[in-house]
């Protein structure tokens, strides 16, 4: 048995990473601040005795065992790290030294929750994990990209200077339960737009594309990239089958029909990437990984989940 602290637990990837560590017979600490996080994607473990919340900030430094580091906590939702853009820096940033410091001093390995945001908006297509990006510095996406972007040289630096056992994986585009219904993403956004009957809005034209990666696919890779002994990363996790923003609503109302919601087009939001797509050989070589889940079929849980929510 294993003491593993996941930041950002009460989240929609961390709840999910959560429930699949404990039921592997590990104790989970749980760090959340819920700025994002919700008490209900974790309200079914508060009884078990493996099971441990911390309602703390990760910004601030932390002294506690463990075995195992999760670094996660941080909102993903662009709407919601652009609202206090500052507090998403100190996140990114002083989470990841704090849970650097502590796995130093544990000896415990850490795996960094990266993100496909460090491409930017990639001017290589699909992105390897060897291309460098194309992020604007100074743009309002640049604290989350920038702050994800330094926490990953932190990782390298702790793991050069001090044998750090670092982990980095760079996640793109995860859906599935647990997902907040109004945090402002697009997979969420648009099945609650269809069952609420609310215009599904589509933000400029919709042939921006993005390549969506359900759940269980991810907490998968996750895992196994904690368990590897030799290999640190960056490694991509996400599904490489790639959709435009227009073809996803198609599906989405398609999959609700009973949906009287119409499409409607709005502006698009600043340095909006054009195209994002993984490529997963990496993954596939290091860690036998890859995902089995396609959309439809994830859309379909996802769906049945807003369902018994809105
Ligand atoms: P989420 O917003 O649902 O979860 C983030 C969690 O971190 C929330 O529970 C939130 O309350 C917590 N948190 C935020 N700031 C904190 C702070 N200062 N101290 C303590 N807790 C804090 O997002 P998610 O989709 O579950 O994403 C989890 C991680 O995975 C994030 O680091 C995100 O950058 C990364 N990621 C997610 C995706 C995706 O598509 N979901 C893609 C790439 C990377
Ligand atoms: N998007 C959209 N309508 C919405 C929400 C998002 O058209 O209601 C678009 C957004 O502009 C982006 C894509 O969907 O091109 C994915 O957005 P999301 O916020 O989910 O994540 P991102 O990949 O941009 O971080």
Redesign the pocket.
Same mark, same amino acid.
């Given at each position: 048995m294993k003491i593993i602290l996941i930041t950002g637990g009460a989240g929609f990837i961390g709840s999910h990473l959560a429930k699949k560590l404990l039921d592997a017979g590990n104790k989970i600490i749980c760090l959340d601040n819920f700025y994002t996080g919700r008490m209900e994607n974790i309200a079914g473990f508060l009884k078990n005795k493996n099971f441990k919340l911390l309602k703390r900030d990760v910004a601030k430094p932390l002294a506690i065992k463990a075995d195992e580091i999760y670094n996660l906590a941080c909102p993903? $939702?662009?709407?919601r790290y652009r609202q206090n853009p500052v507090k998403t820096i100190k996140t990114s940033v002083f989470g990841a030294l704090n849970m650097l410091a502590l796995a130093k001093k544990n000896k415990a390995r850490i795996l960094q929750a990266s993100?496909?945001?460090v491409y930017g908006d990639p001017l290589e297509h699909p992105q390897k994990e060897t291309y460098w990006g194309n992020v604007n510095p100074i743009g309002v996406?640049s604290c989350y990209d920038e702050g994800k972007r330094l926490a990953e040289t932190l990782c390298m630096d702790y793991w050069r200077q001090y044998k750090t056992e670092i982990r980095i994986v760079r996640i793109f585009?995860t859906y599935g339960p647990n997902m907040n219904p109004d945090d402002?993403?697009?997979? $969420?956004?648009?099945i609650a737009?269809a069952l609420r009957g609310k215009d599904?809005?589509?933000?400029?034209g919709?042939s921006?594309t993005?390549s969506f990666q359900y759940i269980d696919d991810l907490t998968e890779g996750m895992i196994r990239m904690m368990k590897q002994d030799e290999f640190i990363g960056p490694v991509n996790l996400g599904n490489p089958n790639e959709f435009t923003?227009k073809e996803?609503?198609d599906k989405v109302l398609k999959m609700i029909p009973e949906s009287k919601s119409k499409i409607v087009y709005?502006s698009?939001?600043e340095d909006?990437?054009r195209k994002?797509k993984p490529d997963i050989s990496l993954a596939k070589e290091k860690l036998g990984w890859e995902p089995k889940i396609e959309l439809e079929e994830g859309l379909g849980k996802t769906i049945e989940y807003f369902k018994g929510k809105l």
């Open positions: 993903a $939702s662009p709407r993100t496909s945001e996406r585009n402002g993403r697009v997979v $969420s956004n648009f737009q599904i809005t589509i933000y400029g919709g921006q993005r923003v996803l609503a709005t698009l939001p909006d990437p994002r």
